[in-house]
C-alpha cells in the first residue's frame, strides 16, 4: 500500500475563494490595473493564422502513413491544438471583440474550434463561467474530479491512466456533476464542426480528419502542455488553489500560466497578464508557483500525497442571474 495515495477526500474550506478579496485590494492600490482590461487586437489574427496552418497541415499530410499521421498529430498538429484550446479560453472572456461584441466572440470561438475536430467551444464557454464564479464549488464546479476519480485513480499506474484519458474526464465529467440544457449556440457549434470535417474528409480523405482529431485528444492528455490542468488548482501545498507558472510554455499557450492573475482579473486577455504581475508584484512574488509543467506532471504522478483529490472544494450558494 505505500504506492497509495493517502488522501481519500477533497480539502474542503469554508472561506470564499482569494481571488475576490485580491481582486478589490490590488484595484484599490492600483487602479490603473482596469487600463489593461479589454479586447487584445492581435488574438483574432494569431488565431486565424493558426487554423489555417493547420488545413494546410491537412493538405499535407494526406498521403502519410498512418505511423506519420500520428507523429505528427503528437508533435506538431497536437500542439497546435492544445494552443487553440487555449485561445478559446481566452475568447471566452470575450477578449477577442470585447464585451460589446459578445456574439462576435462567440462566432469566432466556432472557427477557432475548426482544427480541433470536435465541438468544443460553446459548452466550454457555458461551464467556464462557472468555474470562475464558484471556484471550487461543490457539483458547480466542473473542473474538479468525481469522487470515482478521485478514490480510483490512486495510484502512480493508475494516476498516469488518468492522465491520458484527461480529455475523456473533462468532456463527459459536466454531464454527471453539473448537467445543463444544450444551447442553440452548441447546435450551431456541432453543426458547423462535423461539416468542416466532412468537406476535409470528401477533399482530402480520412487522414487529415484523424489527424486533426487525434492531435487533440492526444495533446490534452499525456503531453507537456497539459501539465497545466495539473497546475492550476491541484494543491500541492496546503492552503493554496491556485498556482501561476511562469515558463517558456507560456509562448504556446496565451499566458494560461499567469493563473493567479487570470482568475483575479479574467477580463484581462492573457497577453498582459505579465503586466499585471510587475504592476502588483507584492502580491504574487511571494506566492507559490511552478517552474515546469513537466514536473508537474511527474510529482502528480509519483507523489503519494498528490492525487486527483487534491483540490479545494466549498459549498457556494448560487448566484442570481442578472
Given at each position: 500500500?505505500?504506492?497509495?495515495?493517502?488522501?481519500?477526500?477533497?480539502?474542503?474550506?469554508?472561506?470564499?475563494?482569494?481571488?475576490?478579496?485580491?481582486?478589490?485590494?490590488?484595484l484599490a492600490k492600483y487602479p490603473q490595473i482596469k487600463t489593461l482590461m479589454g479586447p487584445d487586437p492581435h488574438l483574432?489574427?494569431?488565431?486565424?493564422?493558426?487554423?489555417?496552418?493547420?488545413?494546410?497541415?491537412?493538405?499535407?499530410?494526406?498521403?502519410?502513413s498512418w505511423k506519420w499521421i500520428?507523429?505528427?498529430a503528437y508533435a506538431f498538429g497536437g500542439c497546435i491544438n492544445h494552443s487553440l484550446t487555449l485561445a478559446i479560453h481566452d475568447i471566452s472572456h470575450n477578449v477577442a471583440f470585447g464585451n460589446k461584441q459578445a456574439r462576435w466572440n462567440r462566432w469566432f470561438a466556432v472557427f477557432a474550434n475548426l482544427p480541433i475536430g470536435i465541438p468544443y467551444s460553446a459548452s466550454f464557454k457555458k461551464y467556464h463561467i462557472d468555474h470562475h464564479r464558484y471556484l471550487g464549488g461543490d457539483s458547480l464546479d466542473v473542473d474538479i474530479p468525481t469522487d470515482?476519480?478521485?478514490?480510483?485513480?490512486?495510484?502512480?499506474?493508475?494516476?498516469?491512466?488518468?492522465?491520458?484519458?484527461?480529455?475523456?474526464?473533462?468532456s463527459l465529467r459536466p454531464l454527471y456533476v453539473n448537467p445543463k440544457a444544450i444551447t442553440r449556440m452548441e447546435i450551431f457549434n456541432a453543426l458547423v464542426q462535423f461539416s468542416v470535417d466532412l468537406i476535409i474528409y470528401y477533399l482530402w480523405g480520412l487522414k487529415p480528419v484523424i489527424y486533426l482529431i487525434a492531435g487533440?485528444?492526444?495533446?490534452?492528455?499525456?503531453?507537456?502542455?497539459?501539465?497545466?490542468?495539473?497546475a492550476e488548482h491541484y494543491m500541492f501545498l496546503k492552503g493554496y488553489e491556485t498556482y501561476s507558472y511562469y515558463g517558456p510554455l507560456n509562448w504556446l499557450t496565451f499566458n494560461v500560466g499567469y493563473h493567479m492573475e487570470h482568475h483575479d482579473f479574467p477580463s484581462i486577455p492573457g497577453c498582459r497578464l505579465p503586466m499585471v504581475k510587475k504592476i502588483a508584484a507584492e502580491y504574487y512574488d511571494n506566492l507559490p508557483h511552478h517552474q515546469s509543467w513537466i514536473r508537474v506532471l511527474w510529482d502528480f504522478v509519483f507523489d503519494d500525497s498528490i492525487g486527483p483529490y487534491s483540490r479545494v472544494k466549498r459549498l457556494c450558494k448560487l448566484a442570481k442571474e442578472s
Amino acid at each position: 500500500m505505500g504506492n497509495r495515495v493517502t488522501r481519500d477526500d477533497f480539502e474542503w474550506v469554508y472561506t470564499e475563494q482569494p481571488h475576490t478579496q485580491r481582486r478589490k485590494e490590488i484595484l484599490a492600490k492600483y487602479p490603473q490595473i482596469k487600463t489593461l482590461m479589454g479586447p487584445d487586437p492581435h488574438l483574432k489574427w494569431i488565431v486565424s493564422g493558426m487554423v489555417f496552418m493547420q488545413l494546410l497541415a491537412c493538405y499535407l499530410v494526406k498521403d502519410l502513413s498512418w505511423k506519420w499521421i500520428f507523429f505528427w498529430a503528437y508533435a506538431f498538429g497536437g500542439c497546435i491544438n492544445h494552443s487553440l484550446t487555449l485561445a478559446i479560453h481566452d475568447i471566452s472572456h470575450n477578449v477577442a471583440f470585447g464585451n460589446k461584441q459578445a456574439r462576435w466572440n462567440r462566432w469566432f470561438a466556432v472557427f477557432a474550434n475548426l482544427p480541433i475536430g470536435i465541438p468544443y467551444s460553446a459548452s466550454f464557454k457555458k461551464y467556464h463561467i462557472d468555474h470562475h464564479r464558484y471556484l471550487g464549488g461543490d457539483s458547480l464546479d466542473v473542473d474538479i474530479p468525481t469522487d470515482f476519480e478521485g478514490w480510483f485513480f490512486c495510484t502512480p499506474l493508475r494516476k498516469l491512466l488518468w492522465l491520458f484519458l484527461q480529455p475523456l474526464f473533462y468532456s463527459l465529467r459536466p454531464l454527471y456533476v453539473n448537467p445543463k440544457a444544450i444551447t442553440r449556440m452548441e447546435i450551431f457549434n456541432a453543426l458547423v464542426q462535423f461539416s468542416v470535417d466532412l468537406i476535409i474528409y470528401y477533399l482530402w480523405g480520412l487522414k487529415p480528419v484523424i489527424y486533426l482529431i487525434a492531435g487533440t485528444i492526444l495533446c490534452l492528455g499525456l503531453h507537456p502542455i497539459s501539465g497545466h490542468f495539473i497546475a492550476e488548482h491541484y494543491m500541492f501545498l496546503k492552503g493554496y488553489e491556485t498556482y501561476s507558472y511562469y515558463g517558456p510554455l507560456n509562448w504556446l499557450t496565451f499566458n494560461v500560466g499567469y493563473h493567479m492573475e487570470h482568475h483575479d482579473f479574467p477580463s484581462i486577455p492573457g497577453c498582459r497578464l505579465p503586466m499585471v504581475k510587475k504592476i502588483a508584484a507584492e502580491y504574487y512574488d511571494n506566492l507559490p508557483h511552478h517552474q515546469s509543467w513537466i514536473r508537474v506532471l511527474w510529482d502528480f504522478v509519483f507523489d503519494d500525497s498528490i492525487g486527483p483529490y487534491s483540490r479545494v472544494k466549498r459549498l457556494c450558494k448560487l448566484a442570481k442571474e442578472s
